[in-house]
């Protein structure tokens, strides 16, 4: 028989195991490890963990979330699936879920991120949901990286200054809302300290790292041209140029004090970033 909720609320979150979507991801790795480190029961999930986990594959949910206490939820693809696998999630014993969004994804019409939000704020659980700016290790893990190795970077940001935000700052938030109280019910806007332009960025990595990389500042559609020509799909490329085009509207431009509150201290800035990183452009 099910238990009352109340009863089930009343457990302490440590008992449980918690549930790491893209658990092998920037973000969510960094979770895993972190609750490792504090000792936690953790379960990363993904199409390649032990126990794997596929949004197209509804069979891998049902054992993927047995025995879950708290949830980091990286959006699916699509529009459905994260209230389908929320419900699916509470019913098992999940209590608590941390969402990892994205600033303005309601402004540029993300809409199976802002659908991942919903289902969360929707739950009957307590729920965090987490919007950051870009993050600092797309120079390092993801679509900067190549660019970076090929001596040139091209972007339609128009240079103007982003709050980029460290994966490693955005996992410490997350297993604090995971594992602590005070989180319920809270969205944090989490960024770096200080807006920094990816021309500058870009000129901070070649410094650092001793590579000859230059920044090529583009149009909107000459960036889709640019990235369909290097074999990206054209789908992609557009949701690329939407998320950099909106460095260029400003709309995204603010540093907050979202990191500092939550965890106490200043966000870590992008050159002990880049030093920590260096391996990564060897
Ligand atoms: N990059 C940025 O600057 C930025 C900024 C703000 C927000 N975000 C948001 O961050 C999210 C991505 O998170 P992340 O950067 O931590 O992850 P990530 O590095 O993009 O990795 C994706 C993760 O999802 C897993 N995955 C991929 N397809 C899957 C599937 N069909 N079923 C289950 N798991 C799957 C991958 O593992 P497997 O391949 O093993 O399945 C991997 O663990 C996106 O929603 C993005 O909008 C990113």
């Known amino acids: 028989m099910e238990r009352p909720r109340a009863a089930r609320l009343a457990e302490p979150m440590t008992a449980s195991v918690n549930l790491v979507l893209g658990g092998t991801g920037k973000t969510g790795r960094r979770v895993v490890s972190r609750l490792r480190e504090l000792g936690l029961p953790v379960r990363p999930l993904s199409r390649s963990t032990e126990i794997p986990f596929d949004w197209a594959d509804r069979g891998t949910w049902g054992p993927a ?13 699509d529009v459905d699936s994260a209230h389908e696998f929320v419900q699916l999630a509470v019913a098992a014993g999940v209590r608590r879920i941390v969402v990892l969004s994205a600033r303005g994804a309601d402004l ?22 987490l919007q950051p700016n870009h993050f600092f290790q797309n120079f390092s893990e993801d679509v900067l990286r190549d660019p970076v190795l ?4 091209v972007l339609p940001t128009g240079d103007h200054p982003d709050p980029m935000v460290d994966a490693e700052d955005i996992a410490e938030v997350a297993v604090t809302a995971l594992t602590q109280e005070g989180h319920a019910g809270r969205t944090h ?6 807006g920094i332009s990816f021309a500058e960025a870009t000129a901070i990595v070649a410094e650092q790292s001793g590579r000859a990389i230059s920044y090529k500042e583009v149009s909107g559609p000459e960036y889709v041209d640019h ?10 490329a557009e949701v690329l140029r ?18 500092e509150r939550v965890l106490g201290r200043p966000p870590r800035d992008f050159e002990s970033y880049v030093r920590r990183s260096l391996d990564s452009w060897a």
């Open 65 to 77: 979330v047995e025995g879950g206490g708290a949830l980091y939820l990286v959006p699916p693809p």
């Open 108 to 129: 540029y019409h993300f809409d199976a991120i802002v659908s991942a939000e919903r289902a969360a704020r929707e739950s009957g659980v307590e729920w965090t949901i």
């Open 150 to 153: 090929a001596g040139e970077v």
């Open 189 to 194: 806007v989490l960024t770096g300290p200080r």
């Open 227 to 236: 990235l369909v020509a290097q074999g990206f799909p054209a789908d992609a």
């Open 242 to 259: 939407i998320v950099f085009e909106a460095v260029r509207e400003g709309t995204i431009t603010g540093a907050t004090g979202d990191v």
